[in-house]
C-alpha cells in the first residue's frame, strides 16, 4: 500500500523567501510527526499532530515555523524568512495512534530544503 | 531523556550475523527499547522495539540485559540492503510519542 508521501522531494529557495512542504500520512494514521535532519546527524523532533491538534510543538525552532493539519490528514510545515540555517532534510512519519510501544512509525523519504 | 550509546561504526561481512551494541545506563523502568534504521537517501525504517523480554521479528532479534542498562540488536544474517545507519532510542512514557535519535552506528557490509 502507499505509505507516507512528502512532496517536493527537493526544493532550492533564496534566503528570505516563504516555503511550505506537504505530507500525506498512511490513511487512518491519526498520529503524524515533522522531524528535521541536518548533514551527519539523526532526525530531530520539530512537531506532533494527534487528529487535528498539535500535541507537542516543543521542538519548533522559533516563531518562523509553524504547521497545520486542519482535517487531519495531511499536512503543512511552514517557513517563513528562511534562512541558511534552515537548510536540512524535512522527515515527516505517521503511525497508527501516538503511541509507539504499540504501533512503529512509518516515514517519508523526506524533502530536501536548500536555502541559498 | 534518557540517553542512549552507540558506537559510531560497525563492519560486518555478508551472511554473518551483526551484533550492534547500545548502552542506556539512565534507564528507566517505562521507557521502552526502540530500534529504527535508515537506508542511505531513505527516511528511517522501523526495525524492532520492547520493553524488558527478548523480542524477535522477521527483521531482527532484540536482546535486553536483565538490568535493562544495555541492549543488542541482532541480525542474524547479514545482507548487502542491512548497510544503514541503525539508531537506538528510548521513549519514555510521558512522551511516548516522541523519537529521540542519536547519530547511531552506521553499519558497513561486505560482500
Known amino acids: 500500500g502507499a505509505g507516507v508521501s512528502q512532496t517536493p522531494s527537493n526544493k532550492v529557495t533564496e534566503k528570505g523567501k516563504y516555503v511550505e512542504l506537504r505530507c500525506d500520512p498512511i490513511s487512518g494514521h491519526t498520529a503524524l510527526y515533522w522531524y528535521r535532519q541536518s548533514l551527519g546527524q539523526g532526525p530531530e523532533f520539530l512537531i506532533y499532530?494527534?487528529?487535528?491538534?498539535?500535541?507537542?510543538d516543543s521542538g519548533l525552532p522559533n516563531d518562523r515555523f509553524f504547521a497545520v493539519r486542519p482535517e487531519g490528514s495531511v499536512s503543512t510545515l511552514k517557513i517563513q524568512r528562511t534562512e541558511r540555517g534552515d537548510s536540512a532534510v524535512y522527515l515527516c512519519?505517521?503511525?497508527?495512534?501516538?503511541?509507539?510501544?504499540?504501533?512503529?512509525?512509518?516515514f517519508g523519504q523526506g524533502t530536501r530544503l536548500t536555502v541559498v | 531523556d534518557a540517553k542512549t550509546t552507540q558506537p559510531n561504526s560497525m563492519e560486518s561481512n555478508e551472511e554473518e550475523p551483526v551484533h550492534l551494541p547500545c548502552n542506556h545506563s539512565t534507564i528507566s523502568g517505562t521507557d521502552y527499547i526502540h530500534w529504527y534504521r535508515q537506508l542511505p537517501s531513505q527516511g528511517p525504517e522501523y526495525v524492532i522495539h520492547?520493553?524488558?523480554s527478548n523480542v524477535n521479528n522477521r527483521m531482527a532479534s532484540l536482546a535486553i540485559a536483565e538490568d535493562r542498562k544495555s541492549s543488542t540488536l541482532i541480525l542474524h544474517r547479514a545482507t548487502l540492503r542491512d548497510a544503514a545507519v541503525y539508531y537506538c532510542i528510548l521513549s519514555s512514557g510521558g512522551s511516548n510519542y516522541k523519537l529521540t535519535f542519536g547519530k547511531g552506528t552506521l553499519l558497513t557490509v561486505n560482500p
Open positions: 520492547g520493553l524488558t
Open positions: 499532530f494527534q487528529g487535528t491538534g498539535a500535541a507537542d
Open positions: 512519519a505517521s503511525s497508527l495512534t501516538g503511541i509507539l510501544q504499540n504501533t512503529e512509525a512509518f
